[in-house]
């Protein structure tokens, strides 16, 4: 039988995880929806467009992370830690198991919640005639980006979680502002000097923003196609590297 991966001996993990934790899970997605209906009907109260793809980005970047940070979480636990890794059961079998509900399901279960939600709001809400249901595929809108992001981070968080033994979501969500925040305000200065103009805080490898007081304008310097494709490239190979390396530290812990 192979050490590595067994499709059978997967299914049986995968079988026996959803089992163990169906209760929590279901919960939990019953906890999630309702804050979710609570903010998008708050957010939307007033509105005179109804708020799909701010809420929807917030909402998946604030769920899926917190979310992914607890997916192992059973290496916290001494008497779970020994259960968990005496388990007949490959690395890559658990970290598979961990990333598959981490990562697809995740995004398939809180979109399709998502739409539901949006859906309803959208019937018997005040809307105008020409509102319509977002489209998180559109080329046009660039939601897609949304998901780039996500995937970078879910990379990171469940590194993180592997990582450390307790306290996962806080101390990964410090390690990143630690390292993130001089890459910001570096990339800052760097702009800055280049267009010779004061920005508004962009992020690295974004575009850029600022006001002309002479001219009274705001300028908004948006990605061409081409650069948002190796960008796009670059963060989520990025990701698989984080991925592999997350992989790797959960393969040393079984060691």
Same mark, same amino acid.
Request: net charge positive; no cysteine.
């Given at each position: 039988m192979n050490q590595t991966f067994n499709l059978k001996r997967f299914g049986m993990l995968f079988t026996k995880h959803t089992v163990e934790n169906m209760r929590s899970y279901g919960m939990s997605v019953v906890v999630f929806f309702g804050i979710l209906t609570v903010g998008?009907?708050?957010?939307?109260?007033?509105?005179a467009q109804p708020h799909q793809v701010?809420?929807?980005?917030?909402? +998946?970047?604030? =769920?899926? $992370?917190?979310?992914t940070s607890t997916i192992f979480a059973n290496l916290g636990e001494k008497r779970k830690t020994i259960a968990a890794l005496t388990l007949p059961a490959s690395s890559? *079998?658990?970290?598979?198991?961990?990333w598959i509900y981490s990562?697809?399901?995740?995004?398939?279960?809180? $979109?399709?919640?998502?739409?539901? +939600?949006?859906?309803?709001v959208l019937?018997?809400?005040?809307?105008?005639?020409?509102?319509?249901?977002?489209?998180?595929?559109?080329? *046009?809108?660039?939601?897609?980006?949304?998901?780039v992001a996500f995937t970078i981070l879910h990379?990171?968080?469940?590194?993180?979680?592997?990582?450390?033994?307790?306290?996962?979501?806080?101390?990964?969500?410090? =390690?990143?502002?630690?390292i993130g925040l001089p890459i910001w305000l570096l990339n800052n200065q760097i702009v800055e000097a280049m267009i010779g103009r004061d920005i508004n805080g962009n992020p690295p490898f974004f575009g850029a923003s600022f006001m002309d007081k002479a001219a009274?304008?705001?300028?908004?310097?948006? +990605?061409?196609?081409?650069?948002?494709?190796?960008?796009? $490239? +670059?963060?989520? $190979?990025?990701?698989?590297i984080i991925w592999v390396a997350a992989y790797f530290k959960l393969k040393e812990k079984q060691v």
């Open positions: 998008t009907m708050i957010a939307n109260y007033h509105s701010q809420w929807y980005m917030i909402f +998946l970047i604030a =769920a899926g $992370t917190i979310f890559l *079998e658990k970290f598979l198991v961990g990562y697809i399901l995740f995004l398939v279960i809180y $979109t399709g919640l998502y739409y539901l +939600l949006m859906i309803a019937k018997f809400g005040h809307w105008p005639p020409d509102a319509k249901l977002m489209n998180v595929f559109d080329p *046009e809108s660039k939601i897609y980006f949304i998901f990379a990171i968080v469940i590194y993180g979680a592997i990582a450390f033994k307790k306290m996962h979501f806080i101390k990964t969500a410090f =390690a990143l502002f630690v009274g304008r705001y300028y908004n310097v948006d +990605l061409s196609y081409d650069y948002s494709k190796w960008l796009i $490239t +670059l963060f989520l $190979t990025l990701s698989v």
